[in-house]
């Protein structure tokens, strides 16, 4: 199990088990192009997991996220689903760290 996180910097003498960089490539509502018909939203977020103590880099990847149902105009709406393609983001991370410390992934 995760027992802490630290966000960078992280306080000198840290003992890392593990470092991830995490970029957001997209986080946004796609419009329809075609009047009356609902948008999407889009979160792209590339990833990599490295060791903590040599920075060697245990895995890759991507999670992208598309979520229809999105009405142009609609930010509360466009801003849950956006929330929603982060946890797919968090979870994604979580399994892949389960995986690298042989814990049998959450449900």
């Given amino acids: 199990s995760i027992r802490r996180v630290e966000a960078a ?14 970029r957001i490539e997209r986080f946004e509502g796609v419009s329809p192009e075609e009047e009356g018909t609902e948008g999407e939203a889009l979160v792209v977020a590339t990833w990599d997991i490295a060791a903590g103590a040599d920075r060697a880099v ?3 990847g991507t999670t992208e996220y598309r979520a229809p149902g999105w009405a ?32 049998a992934p959450r449900p």
């Fill in 9 to 22: 910097p992280w306080p000198v003498g840290s003992e890392l088990d593990y470092v991830i960089r995490l």
């Fill in 58 to 60: 245990l895995a890759r």
């Fill in 72 to 103: 142009a105009g609609d930010y509360e709406g466009l801003v849950d689903l956006l929330e929603a393609g982060l946890g797919v983001v968090a979870s994604d991370l979580v399994a892949r760290l389960e995986q690298l410390r042989g814990e």
